[in-house]
Every structure is written in structure tokens, then in C-alpha cells.
């Protein structure tokens, strides 16, 4: 299984940047779909989650500002990111809890799958 994060990139405080998160392989089925970021000498936190039914939430920083979407015929996952501010600088990464097929065996545990990571750089 492969995740590749694209759309990151510099914008000015209060502009917006549209994150995509393409997984690819051997997926037979994604349950949640998340975004994370890690900003320099910070913990990675959780930004943003889908499940597979829709249901999404938030961290408080982001609440109002960010929107997370998923496409499940593409098994693709975004994140709409509006009204950017400094403290919003980060590498961010998506995340997918998935299952996977192979030679037509299910695999009957979900796994947690990483992207590579994009930056977002605002500036003030």
C-alpha cells in the first residue's frame, strides 16, 4: 500500500491550499481516512479524520477553517485548508486504516498506512 500526499506549498497568512492524499495497492477496504501535521520541534497531531461512513472531526485549531473529504471509488482523501495562519506551518501526512487483498485473500486485520508528507508554509 502506497499514500501519496500532494498540493502542499507557500501560501500568504489567510490564503488556501487544497491537500490530496492518493492511496494505491493492494486495498480491499479503508475505514478512516486522517491528516496529520508536524510542525519543527513539535509532535506530530492529528488535524483531521473521515471515517468510511463520513463522519469527520477536527482539532480545535482547525475547526472552521479546514475540511476534510474523502472519495471512496478513488480511495483518495483531501483536505481543504482555508484562512491559513503562521501557526499552521507544517509537514503534513495522511494516514489510512486499511485491509488488503491478496491473491484473492482479505486480509482479516486493518493496518495503519503513511504518506510521504507535504509542507504548507505560511507566511505572515
Known amino acids: 500500500v502506497q499514500l501519496q500526499a500532494s498540493g502542499g506549498g507557500l501560501v500568504q497568512f489567510g490564503g488556501s491550499l487544497r491537500l490530496s492524499c492518493a492511496a494505491s495497492?493492494?486495498?480491499?477496504?479503508?475505514?478512516?481516512m486522517d491528516w496529520f501535521r508536524q510542525a519543527p520541534g513539535k509532535q506530530r497531531e492529528l488535524v483531521a479524520s473521515?471515517?468510511?461512513?463520513?463522519?469527520?472531526n477536527y482539532a480545535d485549531s482547525v475547526k472552521d477553517r479546514f475540511t476534510i473529504s474523502r472519495d471512496n471509488d478513488n480511495d483518495r482523501a483531501y483536505l481543504q485548508m482555508s484562512s491559513l495562519k503562521p501557526e499552521d506551518t507544517a509537514v503534513y501526512y495522511c494516514?489510512?486504516?486499511?485491509?488488503?487483498?491478496?491473491?484473492?485473500?482479505?486480509?482479516?486485520?486493518?493496518?495503519?498506512?503513511w504518506g510521504q508528507g507535504t509542507q504548507v508554509t505560511v507566511s505572515s
Open positions: 473521515i471515517s468510511i461512513s463520513g463522519l469527520k
Open positions: 494516514r489510512i486504516n486499511a485491509r488488503t487483498i491478496v491473491d484473492g485473500v482479505v486480509s482479516g486485520r486493518w493496518y495503519d498506512y
Open positions: 495497492g493492494s486495498i480491499f477496504e479503508i475505514n478512516e
